[in-house]
């Protein structure tokens, strides 16, 4: 896909193929902790089967392509609502301008008013759980491995970069 937007190869040079990943499964006080799945040097086309590629590089790059192509990105205003036309779509901005569009898409997060308005219903779920993402720097080479460990309370994974 970031060949087809013709990105790849901007991206490339800060990405880092992953060239395992080891899956386990144990309960936190197994002592030995079984490999329950892994890839290894998988290949789509010659290539690594996945990369890990700093947010700053993709977005950078997708924002890049999107002006390209023509596409207006817009920041620090909200779409708030929208009235449906036969062949288009005229969308409400907070700073109340209009802009009229063939296509609206709602990607405004998890309490999208755009999706709301549309009266698409959504399902969620509480797990109770929270996420730590961090950035760390690995003491000896981790040749491409990522791991990722099922743990009772929740997973942990770790990736190389």
Known sequence: MLDVLGIWSEIEPEAEPIKRMVITDPKTADPVRPVFLTFE?????????????????????????AGELGVEIRQSTVAQDFKSGDHSVSVTLTNGETIDARLLVACDGVRSKLRDAAGIKTVDFDYGQSGIV???EHERPHDGTAEEHFLPAGPFATSCR
């Open 134 to 136: 961090t950035t760390v």
């Open 41 to 65: 040097d998988e290949k789509v086309e010659g290539r690594p089967f996945a990369h890990m590629v700093p947010n700053v590089a993709l977005v950078g790059a997708l924002r890049r392509a």
